[in-house]
């Protein structure tokens, strides 16, 4: 077993042909500390179950991804939305995952401004829910790419006046991902901002790939990209984030290979450009 | 001949592969009135020439695309970029078009503010050139996804400030593309703000299919994606905008198919959604 690195957090969607109990056993092996759960790892062994091997191999629960998805043309739909989200706080509850990240989701075609009304009702409602059960709610705003049909939350200002408006500020806050972001001219002062109402809940890290070649599918290794990571990251910590820094990487590529390799990849990568 | 309908403007790039020449024959007999040219338009045929074909066909020049891509390491980069803007307002004099359209350009790896610094250095030598040779140069604010090596300005809200910066109101403005730009929240106050500028030169228009298959050449037909594009239209107008709606379409999927049905297709879609 490798000494655990202070700090490095792993998503399993990183290691996505792993199942979650290889990538428990294989992120404790090789130095990982923290470790992000996806709702798909509880398809096999349910959530309790899953958290407790997480503890015993002594890593941390740093989140689970992810709810979201509030806005629907129907009433039925976006009510449909918010009970599949108070399962999925339930299920962080179970896993030991202090944080539920949201996608927060858009309906295509549909103005983006509505969307977002309809996702304030939909965080709304799972408030006392998740008060209850002591899991805290990440909005994530995903990049613009996803405006179409992942999320009407494009921007860490649009993050942020959300979470205004709902003002729960011990439940509701901010996810930021260096991959949606990274771009926004308004990333430090958004940062602050969040900062200072207390709302950095957790910090996602990878790279943005030059070309990109899939808009879902083809995220980078830190260092492989154009992300100033470094950067970011010096952001969040004068915000007063001192939180793992969570790796994330959706990529065919990566997933492609031998994923003992790759993990290696990932943690030589993560100390070298996150450390 | 078709009767020419106002307003109904096509890019060469949409039809790519076809030459200049038969684009012009195509354009003129299917009932568009306006054609965008791109320098590559150039390349077997001088610019002048390309100009008078198009006149003598009817057709009303928008556009020249594309200068821009400023940003450079070293000074001797930079400095090549400008010469080569001079070049494109040249060819744009040349051909007839009133405004080069810029693909402002970016660094991987560079923080964006310094690329934007340098987009407001080049543009700013260009500028001279430009009001002599009778050319506006229109800088086209890129979707997010274009930051890493494309475009340093992803937002209007950025090109307003540019050209606030750059203040050579009748030689620099801005193209609105409703496909970098219709995820924005700030989108209707920024157009305004340019509108009031009296610096909205080119609006062009394409959709945004889901999913989005390929970030450069995957742009949809009018109608077929989740842009709301009589809404932006109609901000463009109350902004004071009168000119033509110019179809982009950049489409491996479009460019296979037999271009004159493709065509027909892209005239039927504007007519639908933008006339």
Redesign the interface.
Known sequence: MAEAIPGLAVHTITTKPWPVERCIDEYAAAGVSGITLWRRDFERLPAAAVGRRVREAGLECCGLARGGFFPAVEAAGRRAAVEDNLRAIDEAAACGAPVLVLVCGAV??Q???ESRKQIAEGISECVGHARAAGVKLAIEPL???Y???RSAV??MG?ANDLCDVLGSPAEVGIAVDVYHT????ALEVEIARAGEAGRLFSYHVCD?R????D?LNDRGLMGE??I?LA?IRGMMERAGFTGPSEVEIFSDRRWAQVQEVWLEEVVAAWVRHCG
């Not at 030059?210 to 070649?213: A, N, Q, S, W």
């Open positions: 295509p075609g103005p983006l401004a990049h613009p790419m405006a179409g049909d494009v921007t649009q990274w771009w926004d001219a943005w030059l070309p990109t070649e808009l990209g154009c100033d950067g």
